[in-house]
C-alpha cells in the first residue's frame, strides 16, 4: 500500500532506499547536488549495486565534481528538461517533490509518495523511470570539468548594463546569493559574475539559493526574491527591485 509522507518522512525512506539498495539505486532529480548524509551512504554502497544518477541541470561545484571522480560505481546521465524527483531500488520508490540537496530538507515543505515493489503503481514507476535512464546521456563528471551535451555547453555570460549609483540610504555592499562574495548593492542582479553564468545554465527564477542579497544572511533567496522580508522593507524606497 503506497504510504503518503512530508519532508521528515520522506529525508528518512530516502537515506532507507539508499541503504537498503542490494542491486539497483537509481537517483532521479534535476539538479546534481547531494548533501553529506546521503554521500556517506553512497560512499557504502558495494560495487555489485547498478547506481544511477540522472539529473537535468548542468550545475556542479569542483567539490562535487572531484567526489563524483572518485566514485566509480556511480554511473550520472544528463537528460535535458528533465524535473521529476524519484528515488527507487529493487524493493521501493519514493516520489516527492523534493530534491536531493540539504537545503530542500532543512527549509522547504515537501510531500512525497512512498511505494512498495509489491504494488502495480510500483512497476509503473520503473518502467518510466527505466525510459528516462536508458533515454539520458552519461556523463563522465571529472574535476576539471564536467562534460556535458554539446548544445549544453555553458555559452558566454551576455554584457551586464553598467550598474546605477546607489541612492542615499541604500547599503554600502551586497552579497551574491548563492556564494556570498561581496557585490556592488543592486537587487536586479544578485550573483557574482561566476554564480550567474551557472544560474544561466538553467535561468530558473525560482531556483533557490543561500543567501539574502543586501544583508548576506542565510535565506531562501531567488533572482526574482533576492532579499529577505525585513531588507525589502527596509530598503524598498531606495533600491530598485525585480518585478514580482
Known amino acids: 500500500m503506497a504510504e503518503f509522507y512530508t519532508t ?4 528518512h525512506h530516502l537515506e532507507e532506499i539508499i541503504k537498503n539498495a542490494e542491486e539497483r539505486l537509481w537517483l532521479i532529480s534535476p539538479y546534481l547536488k547531494v548533501n553529506n548524509r546521503l554521500k ?8 555489485s549495486v547498478d547506481v544511477r544518477v540522472i539529473y537535468g541541470k548542468s550545475e556542479l561545484q569542483p567539490e562535487e565534481m572531484k567526489w563524483l571522480e572518485g566514485l566509480t560505481q556511480i554511473k550520472t546521465s544528463f537528460r535535458r528538461n528533465l524535473h521529476a524527483k524519484c528515488y527507487l531500488n529493487e524493493d521501493q520508490a519514493l516520489l516527492t517533490s523534493m530534491n536531493l540537496y540539504e537545503f530542500s530538507e532543512k527549509n522547504n515543505d515537501e510531500m512525497g509518495v512512498l511505494v512498495s515493489r509489491d504494488e502495480v503503481l510500483y512497476r509503473k514507476i520503473f518502467e518510466e523511470s527505466k525510459r528516462l535512464v536508458d533515454n539520458s546521456e552519461q556523463i563522465r ?3 576539471a570539468r564536467i562534460e556535458t551535451p554539446a548544445d549544453d555547453r555553458e555559452k558566454p555570460a551576455p554584457k551586464q548594463a553598467r550598474r546605477p549609483k546607489a541612492k542615499t540610504g541604500t547599503p554600502t ?10 557585490l556592488p548593492v543592486d537587487p536586479l542582479r544578485p550573483y557574482c559574475s561566476r554564480c550567474f553564468r551557472s544560474w544561466k545554465r538553467c535561468e530558473d527564477r525560482d531556483y533557490e539559493e543561500k543567501h539574502c542579497h543586501t544583508c548576506g544572511k542565510e535565506h531562501s533567496a531567488t533572482i526574482a526574491k533576492p532579499v ?7 530598503y524598498r524606497r531606495v533600491l530598485t527591485f525585480p518585478a514580482s
Open 40 to 47: 556517506e551512504l553512497l560512499e557504502d554502497k558495494k560495487p
Open 228 to 234: 529577505c522580508l525585513s531588507c525589502h522593507r527596509k
Open 141 to 143: 563528471v571529472t574535476v
Open 8 to 11: 521528515t518522512g520522506i529525508s
Open 173 to 182: 555592499s551586497a552579497f551574491c546569493i548563492r556564494c556570498k562574495d561581496e
